[in-house]
């Protein structure tokens, strides 16, 4: 259902372990790591371990997938302590949005009052 990863997709390299990374949580279908350039106390990104290059990729047929990332994160958000101070779930997609990785990637972030609307 995936398209096939790009042999240099950063992310794909995180997920085999290729590139170093602090992971916060791993199953078969999803994998999440600390953000090595952390907005907040709290920054975290969870990924699909299936390569789509961003929401725009994603089939309508994967929404379960989308629905355990988010579920998922709100597991984490809890574990780390920040499930009742409250914390922000971001999809930058595409360019306007300032998707730098072309690989769909939730940031979480929290710790931290967040301003809005964002810059
Ligand atoms: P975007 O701007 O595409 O929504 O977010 C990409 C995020 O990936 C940024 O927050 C950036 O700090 C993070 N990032 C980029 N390269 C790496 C890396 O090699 N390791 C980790 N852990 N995070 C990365
Ligand atoms: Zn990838």
């Known amino acids: 259902m995936s398209a096939p ?5 950063l992310f ?3 997920v085999r ?9 791993e199953d078969e279908r999803l994998f999440a790591f600390e953000d090595v350039r952390p907005m907040a106390p709290v920054h975290f990104l969870i990924v699909p371990k299936a390569h789509f ?11 379960a ?13 809890r574990k780390k302590g920040i499930g009742g101070t409250g ?15 072309f ?7 929290g710790g931290r009052h967040l301003e809005w609307p964002p810059g």
């Open 5 to 9: 990863a790009p042999a240099d997709c």
């Open 12 to 14: 794909c390299r995180i």
């Open 17 to 25: 372990g290729e590139i170093p990374a602090k992971v916060v949580f």
């Open 53 to 63: 290059a961003s929401l725009n990729e994603v089939p309508e047929g994967a929404g």
């Open 65 to 77: 997938l989308l629905g355990e990332i988010l579920f998922r994160a709100r597991e984490i958000a």
């Open 87 to 101: 914390y922000r779930i971001v999809l930058n997609t595409a360019g306007d949005a300032g998707q730098t990785v």
């Open 103 to 109: 690989h769909i990637h939730f940031h979480i972030l």
